[in-house]
Structure formats: structure tokens, C-alpha cells
């Protein structure tokens, strides 16, 4: 019997996982669909370097089906709906996907129309560079820029890759230093957490980093408006922030799509999903993974990564009649470009957060220290990304659980 596998989302989740699969089971085995909406697969840590002139668009953009091993079936439509109860996926264009196994691999959506004036100040004193056509635009403003009060704001959490908008902080107190209008320019951070970031250990060494390089820390301020006529950012209980350029992560969700589709997500859009099998909690032949699902670790390419062997294996299982493996620890690493050719390394899952000691081992990366390592690691990620994440090749010596044998337990950072 040929097994209908449709994974939708042709990103980071849905191209490994697809490809991993088609290594997995034969073309006469099982039948592979990838849905999406367009053919541009963007490499998006890329995306922080855009607004600095370090990298661009078409530096990190490629075609999506290219990346697609062959024998996989690629379809460039968007999607409707998912009807669960008679296990077909609807696109917009009327076809109709019947499916044995369904993956969901769609992302997150940026909302910036959930804050009030955000879109009327969108790239004329607001910008965000969590999109290429976003970080475009807001190089030319840092290019323009010679002087006043930059804001970088999180509206709400959880967004991807929550360490992005604080390495924002570190790279452009970098860039007006190697202008030489640092002086000029007022760096201010402002969160609805109560630290820089979510973790205690690291959110004391983040802050502290901030301090140094002279960025200010708001905490606690949850944005409700942005007024642009007067360039202010107001919180809901009325707090006033005031720019001169902004630049905002808008609240994520899921895919609009999974709204439309009767049981399959939650307010947030986002698929309720077994945090160690990745199955969701809609039907057992229904899995998720990435950005999409409520599993509670960081939304990030490296947990896609970790997640995506765990599910390949469980879809195994579930065709099998199997029971399905606990594997996967919520492990997550991410570095953090800190300007001046450095980077920071943090490694962490659901029970242990990042501390510091070594990546993998002992004689390993540097972990929450910045170091030319670590910057060297975050520029050398993209060519693994294309070559061995993507195509659903293990990276030697990084395996799905979190490593603790270069872990310091003890020792604060
Ligand atoms: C600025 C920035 C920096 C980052 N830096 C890092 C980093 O340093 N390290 C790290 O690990 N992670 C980083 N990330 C996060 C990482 O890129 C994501 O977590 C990862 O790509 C998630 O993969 P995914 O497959 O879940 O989603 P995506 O790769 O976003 O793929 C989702 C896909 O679904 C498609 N889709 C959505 N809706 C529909 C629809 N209705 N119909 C058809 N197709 C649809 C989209 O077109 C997209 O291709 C960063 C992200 C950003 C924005």
C-alpha cells in the first residue's frame, strides 16, 4: 500500500522533514506532497544582517522546490483548509489533497494589524527586519539615520527566534560605532518581559551585555498603539515610549489557514501538539513541527532541526501500527551575534536552561560567552543549513537530545 504523506509548509520544517522521509521509504512506499504558497525559501537568521548591509535578500533567498529531493511532489498553491474528519487538505485553487498522514510545517504569520497604528507607520517609522522586504526597507532608514532615539520593540511573545531582536540591539551599537555617530544615538530596548529574555542565567548575562554596550532596558511594557503622528509607542496601562525610528517585531501566530480549519489549532492559531512526540492533539494522524506548534521551547530553525528527526521517526511508528517515541527533550541552540566579529552560543531544553560551560562537550564552543568562535559558527550555520539541515543529513556530533557533558551545573553565569 502507497502511503499519502502531505506535509504543508515547504520552509525549514517541511523540506527536512520531506526530505528525510523520502531517504526513509521508497517512491512505491509512500506518495510526498509539499504544499506552499510561494517558491522563496529564505534562510532567516540571514535576515538580522540585511538592515547592516552584511548580507542581502538575494544572498539568502533560493527556490523552495529546488531544495526538494527528487521524488517529491511539490505544489505551489496556498491553502484553505484542512477538513480533519475526512482527512483531505483544500488549497485555494479548488484542488483537493486526500492524506494517510499530515504534517503541519506552515510557520508562524506576522500580525502586525493586531497593534493599533502599526500598519500606517510600517516602513515610514517603523520597520521590522523579520521579513526581507522588512529588512530592505530598513536598511536604507539605518543608512539614512544620523542620530535620535532608535527603539527595537517585542509587541508579545512568543515570536521567532526571541534572541533576534536583542542581537538587533548588539549589531547597531556595532554599526554607529564603525560610523563613528555611536554618540548620536540612543539604543533602547523595550520588552513585555521582565528581563532581556526568558531564561534567568542568560537574561542576567543578556542584560548585562546591554548595559555595557549602552542600550537601555524597558521591561514589562506591553505595546497597545503606536502613534505615529507623534512617534510614540503607548502600553496599555499608558506607559509612553517616544522614536525616532522604530523597529518592531509584531505579534506572530499561526497560519490564518489552521483558523479556518474545524479542531486543528488554538486562538493563537497555532497546533496544540505533543510536546516529546510531536503528534497533534487534533488527530493521531496529524503531526506538527517548528514554528506551527504550541510546544513550549523556542520558535527556531535549530528546534525544527531536533524536532524533525523525532517526527520522521514517529511518522515510522504511527504507519507502522507502532507506539510512538518520547524523543524529543525540547532542545534548542541559537547563537547570538554580538557585534564586533562575536557571538554568544546558548544551548537549553524544556528542563535545563542555557548555562554556561562548553557546546558539545567539553572541548567544545563557548557557551554564553561571547567569542570570534562562536561568530565564526553563526556565519559557517548557513552553508549547513542549505547543504545538510535542509537535505536531511545529521551534522556530526549535534544530536536531537541536549548534550550535558560540557554543561557547568554548578557554576552561575
Ligand atoms: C530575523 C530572524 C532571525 C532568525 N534567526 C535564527 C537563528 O539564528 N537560529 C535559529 O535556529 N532560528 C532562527 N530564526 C527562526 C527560524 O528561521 C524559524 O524558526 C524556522 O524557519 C521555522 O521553520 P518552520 O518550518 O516552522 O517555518 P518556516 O520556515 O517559516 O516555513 C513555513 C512555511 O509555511 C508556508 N505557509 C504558511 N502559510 C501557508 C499557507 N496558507 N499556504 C501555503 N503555505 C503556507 C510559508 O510560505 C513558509 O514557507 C530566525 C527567524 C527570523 C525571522
Known amino acids: 500500500m502507497t502511503h499519502r504523506i502531505v506535509i504543508l509548509g515547504g520552509g525549514t520544517g517541511g523540506t527536512l522533514t520531506a526530505n528525510r522521509l523520502r531517504k526513509v521509504y521508497d517512491r512505491a512506499d509512500a506518495e510526498i506532497t509539499v504544499v506552499d504558497q510561494d517558491d522563496r525559501h529564505v534562510y532567516q537568521p540571514g535576515l538580522l544582517f540585511v ?20 521524488g517529491i511532489t511539490s505544489r505551489q498553491c496556498p491553502i484553505d483548509h484542512v477538513d480533519l474528519a475526512a482527512n483531505e487538505v483544500h488549497l485555494t485553487d479548488t484542488s483537493v489533497l486526500p492524506y494517510d498522514v499530515l504534517v503541519v510545517a506552515t510557520g508562524t504569520r506576522l500580525a502586525p494589524e493586531e497593534t493599533d ?17 522588512g529588512a530592505a526597507a530598513l536598511e536604507q532608514a539605518i543608512t539614512a539615520f544620523d542620530g535620535g532615539r532608535i527603539v527595537i520593540n517585542v509587541v508579545d511573545m512568543p515570536i521567532k527566534c526571541p534572541v533576534a531582536p536583542l542581537e538587533f540591539c548588539f549589531m547597531a551599537d556595532w554599526h554607529f560605532q564603525e560610523r563613528g555617530i555611536r554618540d548620536r544615538v540612543q539604543l533602547t530596548f523595550v520588552t513585555p518581559l521582565d528581563g532581556a529574555f526568558t531564561k534567568p542565567v542568560a537574561a542576567a548575562q543578556l542584560g548585562g551585555m546591554l548595559e555595557e554596550k549602552g542600550v537601555e532596558l524597558v521591561t514589562e511594557f506591553n505595546t497597545g498603539e503606536i502613534d505615529t503622528e507623534r512617534k510614540v509607542l503607548v502600553s496599555f496601562d499608558g506607559r509612553e515610549e517616544p522614536y525616532d525610528l522604530a523597529v518592531v517585531i509584531p505579534v506572530h501566530m499561526g497560519a490564518e489557514y489552521v483558523g479556518r480549519s474545524e479542531g486543528l489549532g488554538d486562538a493563537m492559531d497555532f497546533v496544540p501538539t505533543d510536546r516529546r512526540t510531536l503528534q497533534s492533539k487534533a488527530a493521531p494522524n496529524v503531526f506538527a513541527i517548528g514554528d506551527a506548534t504550541d510546544v513550549p521551547t523556542s520558535k527556531a530553525g535549530s528546534v525544527t532541526h531536533f524536532e524533525g528527526e523525532v517526527l520522521v521517526e514517529n511518522i515510522e511508528h504511527f504507519l507502522a501500527g507502532e507506539p510512538l517515541v518520547e524523543g524529543y527533550d525540547g532542545h534548542a541552540n541559537c547563537f547570538i551575534e554580538t557585534g564586533f566579529h562575536k557571538a554568544l552560543l546558548i544551548d537549553f531544553n524544556y528542563e535545563t536552561e542555557p548555562l554556561p560551560g562548553h557546546f558539545p562537550a567539553k572541548a567544545g564552543l563557548p557557551l554564553l560567552k561571547d567569542s570570534r568562535l562562536n561568530h565564526l559558527g553563526k556565519l559557517m550555520f548557513q552553508w549547513f543549513y542549505w547543504h545538510a539541515l535542509l537535505p536531511g543529513r545529521d551534522i556530526p556530533g549535534i544530536g536531537v537530545t541536549m548534550p550535558t557533558s560540557g554543561k557547568e551545573f554548578s557554576r552561575p553565569a
Open 51 to 70: 538592515p547592516f548591509g552584511l548580507t542581502h535578500n538575494e544572498d539568502i533567498i533560493r527556490s523552495r522546490s529546488r531544495q526538494l529531493h527528487d
Open 117 to 133: 497604528g502599526l500598519l500606517e507607520a510600517w516602513n515610514h517609522t517603523a520597520f521590522t527586519f523579520y521579513t526581507p522586504e
